[in-house]
Structure formats: C-alpha cells, structure tokens
C-alpha cells in the first residue's frame, strides 16, 4: 500500500476528497462537510503537512473558513498538536504538523465560517515509520 491516507471507504491515497460529512457540535451547519485529503507524512518524530478540503451541501468549495487542528494521542499521558489552517484556493486549507511520535492519532478539525457556522469532523490517523494511515472517520 503506498504512503498516504486510507479512509473505511477508500482503502487507498487519491487526490479526491474522501465522502466525509461534518459531526455536529455547538452551532453547526449540516450543510459544511471537511475531507481530509492529502497529508503527506514524515517520519513518526517529525514535521509533515496535512490538507483538508471544505464544502458546502453542492460539494462547492468554501475558502471563507479558519481551520482549528487538534491532534491527541489514543493514550493517555501526551501532549496534544494543535494547528490553524487559511484556505489557499478550492476549498483546500493546508498546515504543518509535528507529529511527536508514531501510534493511533485523532485529529479534529473544527471549521468556522466567516458567517459564523461552524463544522467539526474527527479522523482516526495511524502514524508508522513505514506507513502512515487513516484508518476510518468517526
């Protein structure tokens, strides 16, 4: 399987947004959906880059979101990563991450409109030496 991301949907890395819908909390909008689409990992104790794709209910992009990132541990004990992400064109919002070591990940990404709905979606990753892997949504 090659370096990338795996969705319970896709089981392989694509440049396409995997079907992934927003999980409500606080003021949420249904109508706001967060892909996680192309992360590119680094080693388990090392700097990398994750890119997620917003859109509305049509699957037209939104640029007009502040993206909130929270990595934690499936552990008790570590710290958690945190991020901001601004939209650079067609809905994709790119950040670096730091990933502090290798093991089961959750990453939360909250998206705030400039309207002021907001979406959160939570993705399982799986961080390796050899391969690095989201494993399903929540």
């Not at 640029?63 to 499936?74: E, F, K, N, P, Y």
């Amino acid at each position: 399987m090659p370096r990338g991301i795996a969705t319970s949907d896709d089981p392989v890395l694509s440049d396409e947004p995997s079907d992934v819908g927003p999980t409500s909390v606080g003021p949420t909008s249904d109508d706001i959906h967060i892909s996680l689409i192309a992360p590119v990992f680094p080693p388990p104790a090392g700097d990398g880059r994750l890119a997620f794709r917003v859109t509305d209910a049509n699957d037209r992009p939104i640029d007009s979101a502040a993206l909130q990132i929270r990595g934690d541990m499936t552990h008790a004990g570590m710290l958690p990563i945190e991020a901001t992400a601004a939209a650079s064109e067609d809905g994709v919002y790119r950040t670096p991450i730091r990933w502090t070591m290798a093991g089961d990940w959750i990453i939360t990404v909250e998206a705030t409109l400039s309207d002021g709905r907001r979406a959160t979606q939570s993705f399982n990753v799986t961080v390796t030496g050899e391969e690095e892997s989201c494993i399903d949504d929540q």
